[in-house]
Nanobody, 126 residues
Framework: LLQASGGGLVQAGGSLRLSCAASGFPFEDYAIAWFRRAPGKGREGVSCIKASVGTTYYADSVKGRFTIISDTAKNTVYLQMNSLKPEDTAVYYC?????????????????????WGQGTLVTVSS
């Protein structure tokens, strides 16, 4: 189970921190990613992390502005978003690896994601 939170309304240049709380699986052994879907656009990968190997990956559009952090003690992955732009406006979803591909699966940063949390809306005003 994945529970995303932390979205909201922020002005351009501001910051937000999203949280993805995980339960029911060995958190640190699975890649966890943030995806987003902007209005009228397709879903895109934003960032991912796999705590057990210490790897992170970022989309070019967010490099240098977003940071993904894993807190294994809290089974939570955070996405710290700084210098936000209006084009960052989207519903953000966290996802993790599964064992069976289905029509809702997606790929990012070298991993396939089959389990999805509910989204959290981020709106950046200009």
């Amino acid at each position: 189970l994945l529970q995303a939170s932390g979205g909201g309304l922020v002005q351009a240049g501001g910051s937000l921190r999203l949280s993805c709380a995980a339960s029911g699986f060995p958190f640190e052994d699975y890649a966890i990613a943030w995806f987003r879907r902007a209005p009228g656009k397709g879903r895109e990968g934003v960032s991912c992390i796999k705590a057990s190997v210490g790897t992170t990956y970022y989309a070019d559009s967010v490099k240098g502005r977003f940071t993904i952090i894993s807190d294994t003690a809290k089974n939570t992955v955070y996405l710290q978003m700084n210098s936000l732009k209006p084009e960052d406006t989207a519903v953000y979803y966290c996802a993790t690896e599964g064992k069976r591909y289905h029509s809702g699966s997606d790929y990012f940063g070298g991993y396939r994601y089959d389990y999805w949390g509910q989204g959290t809306l981020v709106t950046v005003s200009s």
